[in-house]
């Protein structure tokens, strides 16, 4: 099982900056994919960013040049750091990663419960 805690977060004026945080723990052979998604109030929820394990990072397209993941893998922990931040970008936040807890297991997914990020205009 895979435990995530989410960090971070709290309220910003527009065009501020916050970083979010999310430790993976528990028992588990390899987390592959380490992410953010958020849903505002009255929408669906959608992917923020992502990153594998080798690197490769995916972008919503509302927050690219504006937002940036990084990974450790070491410590499985990802961070999303939130630059120009906007009203729109309110939601809550929430730590996405995929892995398997065997080596022969199945890949899940596995969600943190989530930080609101609130931007005032």
């Known amino acids: 099982q895979v435990q995530l805690e989410e960090s971070g977060g709290g309220l910003a004026q527009d065009g501020g900056s916050l970083r979010l945080s999310c430790s993976a723990s528990?028992?588990?052979?390899?987390?592959?994919?380490m992410g953010w998604y958020r849903q505002a109030p009255g929408k669906e929820r959608e992917l923020v960013a992502s990153v594998t394990r080798s690197g490769n990072m995916n972008y919503g397209d509302s927050v690219k040049g504006r937002f940036t993941i990084s990974r450790d893998n070491d410590r499985n922990m990802v961070w999303l750091q939130m630059n120009h931040l906007k009203p729109e970008d309110t939601a809550v936040y929430s730590c996405?990663?995929?892995?398997?807890?065997?080596?022969?297991?199945?890949?899940?997914?596995?969600w943190g419960r989530g930080a609101q990020v609130t931007v005032s205009s």
């Open positions: 528990g028992n588990f052979y390899r987390i592959n994919v």
């Open positions: 996405n990663a995929v892995g398997r807890e065997t080596y022969y297991g199945q890949q899940q997914t596995y």
